[in-house]
């Protein structure tokens, strides 16, 4: 069964540096979603994207995140001037069309 | 904006009974789906059910059924047959028709004890 896959599943960065998340969606989904999980937290939504732009987005997603699509399989967010209130659990999910959202196993995000 | 509300911050049945993990939601929107998903100690989050607004009839999935009362704005998750690896937080989500964004609750953390 197709699933989606997210790389590394454990990223350690220091304050300041720039970290980029990895995402491969299952391959006929369109509909691609970053949320964040702070530990002993609920699931947040960070943004979603479709058709090669961004489609909503909420107030987490500053100027400093960014999401590409940079070729037909990959879907990235880009964390410019990491915070220690980064640190989190990133999902990234993906959609065949607006309905059930399938989740990656995540990468858990370590600012120090 | 959707607000969902998930009131048992834990529970805990025997391998085998039944369990119910409540879950209300907030919205102004007649078009939406709902959701349940499981969260294991993997952190990995599994869709265990879904239920369009517009559908009477209640979702199931297995062992995995739903109460969903759209007046009273209510979608509770029974399990049946709980087995020892139902143990996960279990997270209730909202989504508008029109927009993909989901809005989770707090979750539930559920142990099946032997």
């Known amino acids: 069964e197709p699933e989606v896959t997210q790389t590394p599943s454990h990223q350690v960065t220091q304050m300041g540096q720039e970290v980029i998340l990895r995402c491969v969606p299952i391959?006929?989904?369109?509909?691609f979603y970053w949320y964040r999980q702070i530990l002993g937290q609920k699931v947040e939504f960070l943004v979603s994207?479709?058709?090669?732009?961004?489609?909503?987005k909420s107030e987490i997603f500053d100027d400093q995140f960014s999401v590409e699509r940079p070729d037909g399989s990959n879907f990235t967010l880009k964390i410019r001037s990491t915070k220690l209130e980064d640190s989190a659990m990133y999902f990234c999910?993906?959609?065949?069309?607006?309905?059930?959202?399938?989740f990656g196993p995540g990468t858990r995000l370590t600012v120090t | 904006a959707q607000t969902v509300t998930q009131s048992q911050p834990e529970m805990s049945v025997q391998e085998a009974e039944t369990v119910t993990l409540s879950c209300t939601y907030d919205t102004s929107e007649n078009n939406y789906y709902l959701f349940w998903y499981k969260q294991p100690p993997s952190r990995q989050m599994i869709l265990v059910i879904r239920q369009e607004a517009y559908k009477q009839q209640n979702a199931t999935e297995n062992r995995f059924s739903v109460n969903f009362q759209k007046a009273a704005k209510s979608f509770s998750l029974k399990i049946s047959d709980s087995q020892l690896g139902d143990t996960a937080m279990y997270f209730c989500a909202f989504m508008n028709g029109g927009d993909g964004k989901l809005t989770f609750g707090q979750g539930t953390i559920l142990t099946v004890h032997p």
């Open positions: 994207f479709y058709n090669n732009e961004i489609s909503e």
């Open positions: 999910a993906s959609s065949r069309g607006i309905n059930e959202q399938y």
């Open positions: 391959s006929n989904h369109l509909y």
